[in-house]
């Protein structure tokens, strides 16, 4: 995850003029697996949602770069799992590792969405190089994607920083986030309930990597 200053976030969305997401995501390729393979935190969180999730349920991943652990969990139990990910080279790597997973090279803030048609939504640490506002409509129209009492599950690091140029393992990026209690403002803002928060400090596996504070929500659409 991106750097700022010494810390880093999650799967990049930036502009053009600061450094094409797919770029840095294709640069990194297989070592932004290892560099958070390590996180107890992330497979607790999957372990849970799995626990809440009914025999083959329909899961969208957002972010989902090389497929592990996320699509790799959830397609592993049986569930069917949608991929998406702004990089071609991270697209074509979960494909591979994860053959019983779907992975589609996509802007999620550009793909259609129908209503109502996920059980379940993750979203480990893919908001973090959009803006306030693209975060909040994303959240917003995520919340819509699922059915009712469809489970979401969230993850990022909670610092109140807007269009932060930073660097993560040599590339550069530009970093958004919200304060642990704006994010869950931001979740409940969206129709969603949260049922459980976790706040952690993950070090990444990485000559680079300082400890960084992470938060997990694991919410559920308010039925209607």
Aim: proline fraction near 6%; glycine fraction near 10%.
């Amino acid at each position: 995850m991106p750097r700022i200053g010494t810390r880093r976030t999650g799967c990049v969305l930036v502009d053009e003029d600061h450094g094409s997401p797919a770029a840095v995501f294709d640069a990194l390729g297989g070592e932004y697996e290892k560099a958070f393979a390590s996180s107890s935190a992330h497979r607790a969180s999957l372990d849970r949602l799995l626990e809440g999730l009914a025999p083959g349920s329909r899961v969208l991943d957002v972010g989902s770069g090389t497929g592990r652990p996320t699509a790799a969990a959830l397609a592993g139990a049986g569930h069917r799992v949608l991929g998406v990910d702004v990089s071609p080279v991270m697209v074509g790597i979960a494909s591979r590792q994860v053959p019983g997973a779907e992975f589609r090279c996509a802007d999620i803030r550009r793909m259609p969405l129908e209503d109502g048609s996920f059980d379940a939504v993750c979203v480990y640490f893919a908001l973090l190089q959009m803006s306030r506002a693209e975060q909040s409509e994303l959240v917003r129209r995520l919340a819509r994607a699922l059915r009712p009492g469809g489970l979401f599950a969230l993850a990022t690091v909670p610092l109140d920083v807007e269009g932060f140029d930073g660097v993560f393992m040599g590339q550069d990026v530009r970093v958004t986030s919200f304060t642990a209690e704006d994010v869950v403002a931001l979740v409940r803002g969206a129709g969603l309930a949260v049922e459980s928060q976790e706040s952690v400090m993950f070090t990444p596996t990485h000559p680079d990597a300082r400890p960084e504070p992470q938060l997990f929500l694991h919410c559920r659409r308010v039925e209607a």
